[in-house]
């Protein structure tokens, strides 16, 4: 967070100085991220191979955790802070980018049956939901999860959910999937429902790096919910986990 933007050669060149031992990661990173641009020109499809890469060798560290340590307390992180701010088992919740059920399989079993919706554009990583699912023993809660291309929700119905949750998909979509979300979320939104997301916030110039980590403007984020008839509050209270993305919550305006 912050000013730094991290895709400038000066930041890089820094890092790299204070980190050696990540450099040869990064370059091999940068080298297949290369090619699978190469490849697949919009991002849908590019992240879509970037997570078959990823999930191909561990599902856990596909969405982000560096340990299943870690991926348990990043699931259970985000449960905990939705039940302070209200969650009921009787909800109805999306989940956007459920990878393999990283916090989804606690969100399914709090639920009632049938009161959970996740959706991602991986093909692979829901197959690893799948075995999320029979591992935890929660096949009777039945979940729907949903293989998508883009973030119109076309196949949702009318004002459903009443919690929509995101987390680590916009720090890695570029602002123009986001405004697409943004524009659809307020149809399947029950009108009291919230829509929770995490990004990657700077003060800075906003910018990517691989076009993987976008970083972004609280102000940015805030105005797009706005221009499509939303509200946006910026979450303080999350900032106090451990955790590097800030949280913006929606609801229809007024």
């Not at 790299?16 to 031992?21: F, G, L, S, T, Y």
């Not at 998909?169 to 939104?189: Q, Y």
């Amino acid at each position: 967070m912050g000013a730094k933007n991290r895709s400038s050669l000066l930041y890089k060149a820094g890092y790299a100085v204070r980190n050696p031992a990540k450099v040869p990661p990064y370059l091999r990173r940068m080298a297949r991220d290369t090619w699978l641009r190469v490849k697949n020109p919009d991002h849908v499809s590019y992240y879509r191979a970037v997570m078959r890469s990823d999930a191909a060798r561990n599902p856990e560290a596909a969405v982000g955790s560096r340990s299943h340590d870690r991926w348990l307390a990043l699931g259970k992180m985000q449960f905990e802070y939705l039940l302070e701010h209200g969650l009921k088992p009787q909800d109805r919740m999306l989940e956007i980018g459920c990878g393999n059920l990283r916090a989804g399989w606690r969100f399914i079993d709090y639920l009632e049956p049938g009161n959970y919706y996740g959706i991602d554009i991986s093909p692979d990583i829901l197959l690893a939901a799948q075995r999320t699912l029979a591992e935890r023993e929660i096949r009777h809660k039945l979940p729907r999860l949903t293989l998508v291309q883009d973030l119109k929700l076309e196949f949702l119905p009318d004002e459903h959910f009443t919690v929509v949750h995101a987390h680590s998909v916009f720090s890695h979509t570029p602002i123009a999937i986001i405004d697409e979300c943004l524009a659809h979320v307020g149809r399947v939104l029950h009108p009291d429902g919230f829509f929770d997301f995490t990004f990657d916030r700077t003060e800075g110039k906003e910018h990517q790096v691989l076009r993987e980590d976008f970083y972004y403007r609280t102000e940015t984020l805030i105005e797009l919910a706005a221009k499509h008839g939303l509200s946006g509050a910026f979450m303080e209270d999350w900032e106090t986990r451990p955790h590097g993305q800030s949280k913006i919550r929606i609801r229809h305006s007024g």
